[in-house]
C-alpha cells in the first residue's frame, strides 16, 4: 500500500491554476512533515514547499514563493500546494513527500508516486 498518494496534476495554460492533493496512510502518518517536491526533465529533485503537520511552520522556495501555498487539512491526512500563476517552467513531476525536517530534503523518507504537471505557453 502507497504510503502518500497524490492527485491532482494535469496540463493547464500559463498563467492557470492547479491544486495538487497529497493523501497519507500508514507509517507516513508518524512523519512531523509533509513537503511537495518537483522534477523537471533532466534535472534533480528540489523541495518547493513544506508544512508541519502541526501547522506551525512552512517553506517555499524562492521559485514558487507568492504563487504556490501549502496547506493541510489534519482531519482527511491530506497536505495540498495550489498552485497559482503557473509558468511553463513548472512543468515537471510532482511528489509529495512525508520526513522529519522541514528543509532537509534528505530527512524525507516516505514519497507519493507523483503527479505530471504541464504548463503549455
Known amino acids: 500500500v502507497q504510503a502518500l498518494v497524490e492527485s491532482g496534476g494535469g496540463l493547464v495554460q500559463a498563467g492557470g491554476s492547479l491544486r495538487l492533493s497529497c493523501v497519507a496512510s500508514?507509517?507516513?502518518?508518524?512523519?512531523?512533515?509533509r513537503g511537495w517536491f518537483l522534477q523537471a526533465p533532466g534535472k534533480e529533485r528540489e523541495l518547493i514547499a513544506a508544512?508541519?503537520?502541526?501547522?506551525?511552520?512552512?517553506y517555499y522556495a524562492d521559485s514558487v514563493k507568492g504563487r504556490f501555498m501549502i496547506s493541510r487539512e489534519v482531519a482527511a491526512n491530506t497536505v495540498y500546494l495550489q498552485m497559482n500563476s503557473l509558468k511553463p517552467e513548472d512543468t515537471a513531476i510532482y511528489y509529495c513527500a512525508a520526513g522529519w525536517a522541514l528543509t532537509s530534503s534528505n530527512s524525507y523518507d516516505y514519497w507519493g508516486q507523483g503527479t505530471q504537471v504541464t504548463v503549455s505557453s
Open positions: 508544512i508541519t503537520w502541526s501547522g506551525g511552520s512552512t
Open positions: 500508514g507509517r507516513a502518518f508518524t512523519r512531523i512533515t
